[in-house]
């Protein structure tokens, strides 16, 4: 159920002014009454003329992407998120279901704030959600997961770590680039960020 309270009353939820230039990805910014999740942010700082804050940002009500230019030392309205911890549990036609580990409490995030972080979600995974009045914004990953390579090419003797990586795909249908002394079936670390290569798994 919606709380009735005023926006402008409820203290919690109350939106701060700050200046764009300190703005990041994945904060929250109201708009003509409407609330924005920030995707990209760029201080542009030009040789001449004024420096801006480029932000890409999508619209909560409705998932629309807009940009917008701000000068760096105009004030913005930024409204007030909540970041909690919460596990993975399952993913079904509703979208990505987390719990949080406090109260128990669980949350359906939908497919398109999940976006590119869908593939690296591991049953039981610690992520980060950001929520604003009970609507789930962003979700933060664990920077490295652990996968195993299913496709690549095979080891040629001869061949050290140092040279070229070869293409692979891994468990969750990620492709990447692996050492050449990377075999199939081999279990690696990922970078969740851009899905890079780190190391050999030590398990």
Excluded: W
């Excluded at 890409?56 to 629309?64: A, L, P």
């Excluded at 293409?167 to 990447?176: C, D, E």
């Amino acid at each position: 159920m919606r709380d009735a309270t005023p926006f402008c009353q409820r203290q919690d939820l109350n939106p701060v002014k700050v200046i764009a230039s300190t703005l990041r990805k994945g904060n929250v910014v109201e708009r003509d009454g409407k609330l924005y999740v920030i995707l990209f942010a760029e201080n542009i700082h030009p040789g001449k003329g004024t420096p801006v804050t480029q932000l890409d940002m999508r619209r909560i009500t409705d998932g629309v992407k807009v940009s917008e230019r701000y000068r760096t030392t105009e004030q913005v309205e930024r409204a007030f998120v909540e970041d909690r911890e919460h596990t993975f549990l399952y993913s079904d036609g509703e979208g990505f279901h987390f719990m949080n580990p406090e109260n128990y409490e669980q949350i359906a995030v939908p497919e398109d704030v999940v976006g590119d972080a869908a593939p690296y979600l591991q049953e039981g995974m610690a992520v980060m959600l950001s929520i604003h009045n009970s609507t789930p914004l962003t979700i933060e990953l664990p920077q490295r997961v652990t996968l195993e390579v299913t496709e690549t090419e095979p080891v040629l003797k001869g061949q050290t770590a140092s040279s070229s990586y070869k293409p692979a795909v891994l468990s969750n249908g990620v492709r990447t680039a692996v050492p050449p002394h990377i075999s199939a079936g081999t279990r690696v670390v990922i970078m969740t960020a851009d899905g890079s290569y780190v190391e050999r798994a030590k398990d």
